[in-house]
């Protein structure tokens, strides 16, 4: 079956970095985009960043990019988030999800789409 395990959440102080890991198994994993999201607690879970399937073409929202960079490694299966400059508004549960796609440079936003969630990991950022 289907299965996105993230990993690395944990404490850091503000300006500090973490790295996010997910691992993807029972399913093709260069068939298909990757995107990270996170939600704080009574909030929405919001977009962070997307690759395509290749790694090609990625793509980090506004509010993120130049802190957090997605990156994947098809040959293990993996995709990762590598925070730097946290901030508490950085605390939250963070997910990666997948979702099939044939273009090589897809990159999805949308997490209505994502076929495919981890359990997520939990970030806390202190001051």
């Known amino acids: 079956q289907v299965q996105l395990v993230e990993s690395g959440g944990g404490l850091a102080q503000a300006g500090g970095s973490l790295r996010l890991s997910c691992a993807a198994s029972g399913y093709t994993f260069n068939n298909y985009a990757v995107g990270w999201f996170r939600q704080a607690p009574g909030k929405e879970r919001d977009f962070l960043a997307c690759?395509?399937?290749?790694?090609?073409?990625?793509y980090a929202k506004d509010s993120v990019k130049g802190r957090f960079t997605i990156s994947r490694d098809n040959a293990k299966n993996t995709v990762y988030l590598q925070m730097n400059n946290l901030r508490p508004d950085d605390t939250a549960v963070y997910y990666c999800?997948?979702?099939?796609?044939?273009?090589?440079?897809?990159?999805?936003?949308?997490?209505?789409?994502?076929?495919?969630w981890g359990q997520g990991t939990q970030v806390t950022v202190s001051s």
């Open positions: 690759s395509s399937r290749t790694g090609v073409f990625t």
């Open positions: 999800g997948a979702v099939f796609r044939v273009g090589s440079t897809d990159c999805v936003t949308n997490r209505n789409l994502y076929s495919y």
